[in-house]
């Protein structure tokens, strides 16, 4: 399996803070990157999908980076309803690839707190 | 507009099947490049997708979970159905469908969820 790693696990920061959350794959996934976000109690939603693209409404002040093994995600300027929980998730490992299946994996998470 | 629910047992007992369902509306599971997945979150923990089936009816699982899982679709109902057999204390979780695409590995529409508690 690919091992998705993300850092810190959890982060306290201020409103219009500029605040970057990372996530590492334990071997190269390209840019088949995806970051989620879920607030207590919700399902995830997608905010960026392969490594940078936003997804249709979403805020600007969300951006993303990487390729390879090596992603971060960006909120420019902290909001109040930023306050959840951040997941990476790789979609490079097809259930296709080598006719094995190999899972889609998720990072442990973020959980963005207010400082 | 895309929607999916999920549908099912909120309390199965120890060794018993699971049987979910997600219904969903405003794409077609014939559709190039299309699946339902399944998800699972335990309380407090990370997610941990389950499995896919995809619009060409080709279906895969998690390695760790294979043997307990089968998944399969109804075009004609909008359904997707989940059956877990063997439910553990551990398998205690909220189950998620999601609308996947596979050409990008994302997961861009997901239900609201179901808790599924297993205890005698």
């Known amino acids: 399996d690919i091992q998705m790693t993300q850092s810190p696990s959890s982060l306290s920061a201020s409103l219009g803070d500029r605040v970057t959350i990372t996530c590492r794959a334990s071997?190269?996934?390209?840019?088949?990157l995806n970051w989620y976000q879920q607030k207590p109690g919700k399902a995830p939603k997608l905010l960026i999908y392969a490594a940078s693209s936003l997804q249709s409404g979403v805020p600007s002040r969300f951006s993303g980076s990487g390729s390879g093994t090596d992603f971060t995600l960006t909120i420019s300027s902290l909001q109040p309803e930023d306050f959840a929980t951040y997941y990476c998730q790789q979609g490079y490992t097809t259930p296709y690839s080598l006719g094995q299946t190999t899972p889609y994996t998720f990072g442990q998470g973020t959980k963005l707190e207010i400082k | 507009q895309i929607t999916l629910k999920e549908s099912g047992p909120t309390l199965v007992k120890p060794t018993q099947t699971l049987t979910l369902t997600c219904t969903f509306s405003g794409f077609s599971l014939s559709t190039n490049d299309v699946g339902v997945a399944w998800i699972r979150q335990s309380p407090g923990k990370a997610l941990e997708w389950l499995a896919v089936?995809?619009?060409?009816?080709?279906?895969h699982y998690s390695p760790s979970l294979k043997t307990r899982l089968t998944i399969s679709k109804d075009i004609s109902k909008n359904q997707v159905v989940l059956t877990m057999t063997d439910m553990y204390p551990e398998d205690t979780a909220t189950y998620f469908c999601?609308?996947?695409?596979?050409?990008?590995?994302?997961?861009?529409?997901w239900g609201q969820g179901t808790l599924v508690t297993v205890s005698s």
């Open positions: 999601a609308h996947h695409m596979y050409s990008s590995g994302l997961f861009d529409f």
């Open positions: 071997q190269t996934i390209r840019s088949y």
């Open positions: 089936i995809y619009w060409d009816d080709d279906k």
